[in-house]
């Protein structure tokens, strides 16, 4: 176990008093204090309501009744799976391991990876998304917002479970993601080191593609090489267990902004949110955008307002939450830093769209102290803020995901009556 997934283990071991305990239920030690440059940070929730049915997802889960499925969009504090990846496992042990979720194949991107899976692939895949100058501007970007493709028999992506961590060690829902298009190629699938499966994805026109595979509940490894007939190009790869317990997607994107979601094609994005069925969304933008000083905050509030409102048509029963920014200090010519006024402009539209959407809101910087609070993290020892005054370490990820933990699993208020208390299991759970 490497650095990084130790530092996640350790602090994921350490969570607080479940929302509804599954009986017996482990013994759990209380949550450490948070560090001293650390400040408590309350989710907020005007309505009251907001979490509902997260809540009752995980009441379900952890009676053994179905599955708690969250699915956490984001910039690049999302897209390296830290904090989501400290949620996952933590809310994993605490009410089961229903499985990893979604993944992007192959390496969308130099730096991609996930906590508690395994991931590997060539390198001749071409990534497409929507704030790349060269990607297709045709939206086709699924619910990752990014998409890979190939025609290329010597490519391949493969993604395994987990040998030795305390929970992706299993699988028994394979699913492979892809597009139908007109001059589309075929694609193998070798689950195991065998070929389980030939995949033609030619079509009249465009529409997603899903491939099912039943496996029993073991470890697995699924690999895909195109034929080299035509294009293919894929979405995401799923393992998921038919089991209660907690799923978390994690489609975070370097770089991106909120607005980037009104690139991708809507019908699509519907489609395979729909078919996630999460419990809870998560938006957590706005780093990068505390950058656009060429940006008027009024175009801000407006493209974000819209993005907030296609994730929640998109998944209309789903509780939200948006995730502020972390601070951002200004570095100055001269050298040194100074406040940034646009973060906490940011921080101020993020604040009054979550409550007018009925969304919760948690507010990153104020979990950092305000106001230079990055300057602290990263002077702490060991450093939770990274040298680039933007990015967290490995163990600030993991003070954000504790915080953020403890918010998550505080009682509850009754489930309101136009949110549902229970949902299917989407896997055949038992």
């Not at 194949?105 to 508690?116: A, C, F």
């Not at 001749?124 to 619910?143: E, F, M, N, Q, V």
């Not at 493969?158 to 299993?170: F, Q």
């Not at 298009?181 to 030939?198: E, S």
Request: proline share 8%.
């Amino acid at each position: 176990m490497n650095r990084v997934a130790g530092t996640l283990f350790a602090v994921a071991l350490l969570a607080c008093a479940p929302v509804a305990a599954r009986s017996p239920s482990p013994r759990v030690p209380p949550p450490p204090p948070l560090p001293a440059v650390a400040a408590p940070t309350p989710i907020e929730d005007p309505s009251g309501h907001a979490l509902d049915t997260f809540a009752a997802g995980l009441r379900r889960a952890a009676a053994g009744r179905g599955q708690t499925h969250i699915l956490a969009w984001g910039a690049s504090h999302t897209a390296g799976d830290f904090y989501t990846g400290f949620l996952r496992r933590a809310l994993q042990q605490r009410f089961g391991d229903a499985g990893h979720g979604l993944v992007l194949p192959g390496k969308p991107w130099r730096h991609y990876r996930h906590s508690d899976i395994n991931l590997a692939s060539s390198d001749g895949w071409i990534t497409d998304r929507a704030d790349k100058a060269d990607a297709r501007a045709d939206g086709l970007y699924g619910i990752a917002g990014a998409s890979v493709r190939s025609d290329s028999p010597a490519d391949w992506v493969r993604v395994s479970t987990t040998r030795d961590n305390p929970v992706g060690r299993k699988a028994a829902v394979v699913e492979a993601w892809y597009l139908k298009q007109p001059g589309g190629g075929a694609f193998d699938v070798r689950i195991d080191g065998r070929k389980a499966r030939r995949v033609a994805t030619a079509a009249e026109s465009t529409a997603a593609g899903y491939e099912t595979f039943a496996l029993r509940d073991a470890g697995h490894t699924l690999e895909i090489r195109p034929v080299g007939d035509g294009e293919v190009r894929l979405f995401g790869v799923l393992m998921e267990r038919r089991k209660s317990g907690v799923v978390l997607d994690t489609v975070g994107i370097p770089g991106s902004r909120a607005e980037n979601i009104l690139q991708w094609n809507e019908t699509l994005f519907r489609e395979q949110v729909a078919r996630r069925r999460p419990d809870l969304v998560i938006l957590s933008y706005g780093t990068n955008e505390a950058g656009d000083d060429d940006v008027p905050i009024a175009d801000y509030e407006t493209a974000l307002r819209a993005a907030v409102a296609r994730v929640r048509s998109a998944a209309p029963d789903a509780s939200c939450l948006l995730i502020g920014p972390t601070d951002r200090p200004l570095p100055l010519p001269e050298g040194g830093y100074a406040p940034r006024p646009r973060r906490a402009e940011i921080t101020a539209v993020q604040r009054r769209v979550s409550a007018e959407t009925e969304c919760a809101f948690f507010d990153a910087a104020g979990l950092m102290g305000g106001e230079g609070g990055m300057l602290r993290w990263v002077a702490a020892n060991p450093p939770l803020g990274s040298s680039d005054h933007v990015h967290l370490t490995p163990e600030g990820y993991a003070v954000m995901g504790s915080a953020l933990l403890r918010e998550l699993l505080r009682p509850a208020a009754p489930a309101s009556p136009r949110t549902p208390s229970t949902t299917p299991c989407r896997t055949g759970c038992r």
